[in-house]
């Protein structure tokens, strides 16, 4: 039986071909894992793209429509600074800069804000120095709990940049939307009046150097 016919078949021919045709078979039906592409990122269902320049950077988004700025920066961002106090536009914690001007984050939609240029506290310091209005508040304590502090700091230079005039009776009044829960009013129209010459320095310097506002 083991011996080799003349046609060159026997035993060990037969269960080579039979086994290997077997095997052949088997691995013919493995269904071998198929690489997957990741699939594309899309917007969930009901949400719309928002593209906001956010500290001098560019934010994609896909948020709800209801979304505000201060809800997009504090939970799609990160940007914690930014605080929620009344959420009603009243006591101005939530302040932040759009295009230079000040507005309340709380009462302002991110679709309304696409496109346009937001600055909040986080993004006020410049090459690891702190701007002019934050270095006063150090320097005449405009802060007690700090809890409104960074809408006041960012309201304050927004109107410093609007030109409010330069008495106490009238920063006061441009600081109305602010409000201070420990009463440190006094400070903060003294750290903004220190501020005012120092914001002035840097805009000459900005104006020189062809760097632009907010930049």
Do not use: W
């Not at 269904?31 to 990122?41: I, Q």
């Not at 969930?44 to 988004?61: C, F, Q, Y």
């Not at 006041?152 to 009044?173: F, H, K, N, T, W």
């Amino acid at each position: 039986m083991g011996e080799r016919r003349k046609d060159g078949f026997n035993r060990r021919v037969f269960l080579e071909v039979s086994l290997g045709g077997l095997a052949a078979a088997r691995l013919a039906t493995v269904r071998l894992p198929v690489a997957r592409r990741a699939p594309a990122e899309t917007a969930a269902p009901g949400t719309v793209p928002v593209t906001l320049h956010v500290n001098g950077t560019e934010r994609r988004l896909n948020v709800d429509p209801r979304t505000t700025v201060l809800e997009a920066l504090r939970g799609n961002l990160g940007l914690t600074g930014t605080k929620e106090g009344c959420d009603h536009g009243q006591c101005g914690a939530c302040t932040v800069l759009i295009d230079g001007r000040r507005v309340l984050s709380c009462m302002t939609l991110t679709v309304a804000a696409g496109g346009h240029s937001v600055t909040t506290i986080e993004g006020l310091a410049s090459a690891g120095e702190l701007h002019p209005v934050q270095a006063a508040f150090l320097e005449h304590d405009g802060f007690q709990c700090g809890y409104c502090t960074p809408g006041q700091i960012v309201s304050a230079v927004g109107l410093l940049a609007e030109g409010c005039p330069s008495d106490d009776a009238s920063i006061r009044e441009c600081m109305s939307g602010n409000i201070c829960r420990c009463g440190a009013y006094p400070n903060i129209v003294a750290a903004i009046q220190t501020a005012r010459g120092k914001v002035a320095t840097v805009r000459l310097k900005d104006a020189k150097s062809g760097k632009r506002p907010g930049s």
